[in-house]
């Protein structure tokens, strides 16, 4: 290992990213690609984020990506980061996953957030069917969830003193592992008062990291799957043979995250040609003074270098907050002339990484 601090497990979180010129089929066919080549480096395992109606983001529907990712590895776990809840009737989630893991015994996480995963727009066209949950119930539906996945299942009581018995699969071997995620105190209190494992989604936000954690360990009610606290992080992370062809392939990503965040129409992900052009003569709306500090301070959170540079940070991050476990999002964007099937950039982010931290598969 070429750090002073012990190696932590590393995972991926995917997005699935869209470019320009690229179909969602070709871009669901990379991060297939990716999982794989994170099967066989050794990561732990991968998860795909719930977003919607984003022109440079394919990772609609978690529970479908897993089931894909699940029957192309071999022996990575794969999972949610997250499902949004909100969006989803418990039961149908307990559903999903409960097959998922009926497919892929003991490789199935489920992840869950409560945000909404888009605008207030999609946020009504997600829940006109009715078939969704009530964000002011979130914790008893993550307790739904797990009594439901259970081989014991979730009963119901009637006023009448009746019961009726729901199961997610009619014979459950085995069920998923659920996990908090969030970037609030909420969320961390909340995992902590339920003895779930907690994720703090670093990679979008890293304000208020310190505090969630203290939070989550301090208030933690063990619970018997798991009788001690436990953390992962994500960051956002671009590794390549140079400083300055990973500097090129995080421009991007930092231009997309700028546009989100100043209210800029969103795009398809820029190649890393239009976005140094951009870049230059200024064109893109992201010149202006608001644009440019959000993408210095997003930079200045990532880990962006040569494979050791980047592996020393994770092991440096994963010290400095008392973890085991780094949830890598490879953010490297692509050059024009490489294929559309596949993410050459997050490929060589995670080859390089994994490098210096994680040891070889049999």
Do not use: C
């Amino acid at each position: 290992m070429m750090t002073s601090h012990p190696a932590p497990a590393l995972s991926v979180l995917d997005l699935v990213p869209v470019r320009a010129g690229q179909n969602s089929a070709q871009a669901i066919a990379a991060s297939l690609d990716l999982a794989m080549h994170a099967d066989r480096l050794g990561y732990r395992r991968y998860w795909f984020a719930e977003h919607h109606n984003m022109p440079a983001v394919a990772s609609t529907t978690p529970p479908v990506l897993v089931a894909a990712a699940a029957s192309r590895t071999d022996r990575i776990r794969v999972g949610s980061g997250g499902v949004m809840l909100p969006n989803h009737a418990p039961l149908i989630v307990a559903e999903q996953f409960a097959a998922l893991e009926a497919m892929a015994p003991g490789r199935i996480d489920l992840g869950i957030g409560r945000a909404p995963g888009s605008d207030p727009v999609i946020t009504q066209l997600l829940r006109q069917s009715g078939a969704t949950s009530d964000v002011d119930r979130f914790p008893d539906h993550i307790r739904d969830i797990l009594a439901l996945g259970s081989a014991e299942g979730a009963t119901l009581r009637f006023t009448d003193g009746g019961e009726y018995s729901v199961h997610a699969t009619p014979a459950a071997s085995g069920v998923p592992e659920v996990w908090l995620l969030g970037s609030s105190d909420y969320s961390a209190q909340l995992a902590a008062s339920l003895g779930l494992p907690y994720v703090f989604a670093n990679h979008f936000s890293g304000e208020g990291l310190e505090r969630a954690l203290s939070l989550y360990r301090n208030r933690y009610v063990p619970s018997e799957a798991h009788p001690e606290p436990r953390t992962l992080l994500t960051i956002n992370a671009v590794a390549a043979p140079t400083s300055a062809e990973a500097e090129a392939r995080a421009l991007p990503q930092l231009r997309m995250m700028a546009r989100l965040r100043t209210n800029k129409p969103l795009i398809p992900l820029e190649t890393v040609e239009q976005a140094e052009a951009a870049q230059r003569d200024g064109s893109g709306g992201l010149s202006d003074g608001l644009a440019v500090s959000f993408m210095e301070g997003a930079r200045s959170r990532w880990l962006v270098g040569s494979g050791e540079d980047v592996a020393s940070g994770v092991a440096a991050f994963a010290a400095r907050h008392g973890v085991d476990e780094v949830m890598l999002s490879p953010v490297a964007g692509s050059y024009g002339t490489e294929p559309l099937a596949n993410s050459p950039g997050r490929i060589q982010t995670l080859e390089l990484v994994a490098a210096h931290l994680v040891d070889p598969v049999a």
